[in-house]
């Protein structure tokens, strides 16, 4: 028999929204199953070309910082049960490292980051789309509290960062994407339910796949 192509799942919203939480909470709901989770963040483009200097004006909240091609080509790859190398992003020297990671294919692909829905084709791949919507103040403190404990930045630095590229570029290119997703998810990992709902319909899939 030939096999169904792996489900993918896309879980998008804003830093700080709860996204990470909510696939990982997918992930350990089902620790026996053939469940895989692939990041954006790994995708994003290779700067070996630019200056140190130039590097360090890149915008990773816009879509032109990542390599979505590719994402999508790895995808299909995937889909065809065939074993990808994922790239692994060095933040130290903002740009990709000389390692990566190979993945072996499986049978249900959790695919999350911020502006994932924003590609009409890797949109089209999405078997289901959600979206973790969570308000200004709830992320911005989420942000500041992850960015001083666990990357060493200065309160200053993040509060600047933030207004002058993430919100801007969160209601530009990601917040917009909202009306593209199946399922809204309030408050990310602490919504319960909405996992609950979730988890139940991925059951379903693992149920039904032979």
Do not use: C, W
Not at 79 to 87: D, G, H, M, T
């Amino acid at each position: 028999m030939t096999k169904k192509k792996p489900i993918i799942i896309g879980v998008s919203g804003g830093s700080g929204s709860g996204k990470t939480s909510v696939s990982r909470a997918i992930l350990d709901h089902f620790p026996t199953h053939s469940i895989m989770m692939l990041e954006h963040d790994s995708y994003y483009k290779n700067q070996d070309h630019l200056e140190f200097e130039e590097r360090l004006k890149t915008n990773y909240d816009h879509p032109f910082a990542f390599d979505t091609d590719l994402l999508i080509q790895h995808l299909e790859q995937l889909q065809n049960y065939q074993a990808i190398e994922k790239p692994v992003y060095d933040y130290v020297n903002h740009t990709r490292s000389k390692e990566v990671i190979v993945q072996e294919p499986q049978e249900v692909i959790v695919l999350e980051g911020i502006l994932i829905l924003e590609d009409e084709k890797l949109r089209n791949m999405m078997d289901i789309k959600i979206y973790v919507d969570t308000d200004d103040d709830t992320r911005i403190i989420r942000r500041i509290k992850r960015d001083m404990e666990e990357r060493g930045r200065t309160l200053d630095s993040i509060i600047e960062q933030y207004l002058t590229v993430v919100k801007p570029m969160y209601h530009q290119f990601i917040e917009p994407t909202k009306r593209y997703a199946d399922i809204i998810v309030p408050e990310g990992g602490e919504n319960y339910v909405a996992i609950d709902l979730i988890n139940t319909k991925i059951k379903s899939i693992f149920e039904n796949k032979d």
